[in-house]
């Protein structure tokens, strides 16, 4: 069987690897578009901003990998169409892939500001991949001025990052709070409080108007008020979409994703699609999860699925954010919470926020709390049930429902 692979990160990287593990003789190829190995992106605007990882730490398979397993790697091309009559993925610099099965992992692109505004500057950036955190890494430095566009995850991370390296930081969010589409407020409360026991300015309810340019550079934002704050660069953190402009050139369906089955099938049943591109069904309705480890298990899944297995796709989410001191672990995906109850972990400082819906046990956001995240993240995984008046009972033990 000939597999072709159009993408080079989590997702493609564990379907291959999945692949070769459960056939020797399948024909694997991998085409992505990044010229470097394919790597991890979490730890870019984490582990490998702070210098605690090198490039080299971050590949998901060191070189050799490729040669050793017989899977073929494409770098620094572009899949330029998919001819799903003949089964044939056409790349940019002319060559033709046949493939029995294809694979669409393609991602998600970060949204920029539009260029009327100033998006287009070259001091206002994106946190996705290895160049974008290159040109952040040149520009957080000591007594720099950052102004970061969005209070997600990505902006609040980039946030502590250059604040940790002596860098003046604002973050401007134009909801009424931080973390407004993935936390609770209570979550929200405790991250604030953080960044501003660092000294990170936060403004909320801020809209931006436009980016002030002197020179062809930013020089700052100017708000829906009036007001203006000076920055040498910017990051622009307000979320991402997903990458389907081949598969919706291809024809496949597409909504918020290239729409897939229970089995990760596209409307093509040759063409599977996984990880941040992939809207799959998920509680009634289908969703996108841009996460490692929905990318991981995807791949696993995929895989299996591309060899003739019928195996479904059943997640249990789970993420994490890396924020000066914090680590913040979530199992399970809050979405439609009525209720959050609070539970102090057994650290000093510890803390975790369950999610209820009409009593049923749906998330944990998990501060510093590892322990009380491993126990949740099991509790979903077995189906067990949790109730909100045992977690309000710090003298229940959770442990005691696995």
Known sequence: MKTVIIGGSHAALSAAAELRKLSAEAEIVIISSDRELPYQRPPLSKAYMSGKSTFEQILLRPEDWYATNR???????FADHIDRGQKIVHLADGEALAYNRLLVATGARPRRLPEDIGGHLPNVHVMRDLDDAHALMDQMKDGARL?????????????????KKGATVTVIEAADRILKRVACAETADDVRALHHAHGVRIFE????????EDGGRATGVELSDGSVIAADFIVTGIGVTPDVA????AGLT????????????SSDPEIFAIGDCASFPYGGHHIRLESVQNANDMGLIAAR???????DYNPTPWFWSDQFELKLQIAGLNTGYDQV???????????????????????????????????????????KVLTPEQVADAGFALKSLL
Not at 71 to 77: E, M, N, Q, R, T
Not at 157 to 162: H, P, T
């Open 205 to 212: 309810n801020a809209e931006l108007k436009q980016i002030v």
């Open 147 to 163: 102004v970061v566009i969005g209070g997600g995850y990505i902006g609040l991370e980039a946030a502590s990052e250059a604040s």
């Open 71 to 77: 899977i073929g790697l494409k770098l620094g091309v």
């Open 305 to 311: 699925n591309m060899l003739g297995d019928s195996v």
């Open 341 to 383: 109850v609070t539970r102090p972990g057994a650290r000093d400082g510890a803390k975790s926020h369950f999610y209820f819906r009409e009593g049923r046990f749906l998330a944990a956001d998990c501060l510093n709390d590892g322990a009380t995240y491993m126990v949740a993240r099991r509790i979903l995984e077995g189906g």
């Open 246 to 249: 081949l598969a919706d050139q």
């Open 254 to 265: 597409i909504a918020n994703g290239v729409v897939v089955d229970r089995e990760l099938r």
